[in-house]
């Protein structure tokens, strides 16, 4: 029977959508460890994306695959410019459908709604063991593999954690992250050019800055003023409020199996004498973003930011449910790595992305070869709308 390609209406496709989703979910055969509760709404993820479209794939009048994509503009850091950039995400095709060209429909469609916005590059990303998407996406459409950051997760431990008392963290406004965002992190990869709308999101708790007491102050940093020798910024995205995420039973017996308690206990010594966090049922997470720093000692200071936002999901909202802080970091990125504190068994040390150019003419394949050829010297962005 043939299937048709068409537009996801919010109305009548939610229930069959998420009928989807939780198929996949319990299909064996995937790698995924965490699934995701979306809370009734299955586009909930790319709805705070500035431009957005969602495709399904009907069969008989039922739904057998769904498609997301974003479009947005960013800095690319190989080339030195801004690309228009198309972001694919929640591909999923119902277990008793595939390999019969659902999927290749229901990206090809998306990647025809991408060319005619003029994008110039698309990009997706899927956990390095998923053989299945990586076949997909690189051997039948000719996607690159491009950048691989590790994804950072630490549980709530509901005690507070001590910051150092040297160490001085303030709120900054929003005006004055974008300015700091824009002259420090705004010739990194992937740096979006709609920062200003991330930071004003309502998802967004805010942004801190930390220095050591002491070092100028951080008063007139945005507008010019002098810079702390040792300083260090990071933003805060509250995933909670649009989905949840659970831990599959099976993955999480079979880590206790692999992982007795005592070595857990090592690994994450906060955990030490109190029970692991019930990561069954479904709990909200932070997201950090735009995780910035420079100076000799900006570790400790990385450190500290990191622990206060610990400490402030610890006093969140009960109904909110946070049990773990995430960020992602690019491979590279050593000192945030060593300093962002996380459970490695919880953490997956390679998020593959991979892209491919959507613009045949001479000078976007130059700019492609050297994207994928060259390796990053600067940090990755990762925008907390795609998490
Ligand atoms: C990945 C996925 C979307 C593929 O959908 P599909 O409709 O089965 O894909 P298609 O039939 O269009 O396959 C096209 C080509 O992709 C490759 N491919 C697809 N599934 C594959 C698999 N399980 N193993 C190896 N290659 C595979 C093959 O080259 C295939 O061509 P072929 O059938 O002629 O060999 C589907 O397996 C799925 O929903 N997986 C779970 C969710 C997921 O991982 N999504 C991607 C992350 S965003």
Known sequence: ???????????????????????????????????????????????????????VAEMNKDLIGVIQGSIKV?????????????????????PNHRRKRVGSSLLQSLEEWFCSNEVDY???ATMKDNHASISFFTGKFGYTKFRTPSILVNPVNYNPLRISSNIEIVRLKVDQAE????????????????????LRNKLSLGTWAASFKRDSSWDDFGNNGPVPSNWAMLSVWNSAKIFNLRLKEATFSCML?????????????????????DFLRPFGFYFVYGLCCDGPLCGKLVSGLCKFVHNMAA?????????????????????KHHHIPHWKLLSCQEDLWCIKAL?????????FHELTNIPPTRALFVDPREV
């Open 1 to 55: 029977m043939e299937f048709i390609i068409r537009n996801y209406d919010g109305q009548s496709d939610k229930a069959q959508v998420e009928e989807i989703e939780r198929r996949c979910e319990v299909d064996p055969s995937e790698s995924v460890f965490l699934s995701t509760d979306t809370m009734g709404d299955p586009i909930c993820r790319i709805l705070n994306s500035p431009m957005y479209n969602v495709l």
């Open 74 to 94: 960013v800095t690319l850091a190989t080339t030195h410019d801004l690309a228009k950039v198309g972001y694919v995400l929640g591909l999923r095709v119902a």
């Open 122 to 124: 698309s990009y997706m």
């Open 179 to 198: 300015s700091l965002y824009r002259k420090f992190m705004g010739s990194d990869d992937f740096f979006p050019d709609d920062i200003d709308c991330i």
């Open 257 to 277: 199996c692999r992982k007795s308690q005592s070595l857990i206990d090592k690994v994450f010594p906060c955990l030490k004498g109190s029970a692991l966090p």
């Open 315 to 335: 006093e969140s909202e009960d109904n909110e449910n946070i049990k773990v802080v995430v960020s992602e970091v690019g491979g590279r990125d050593k000192i």
């Open 359 to 367: 613009k045949n003419n001479d000078e976007a394949l130059h700019k």
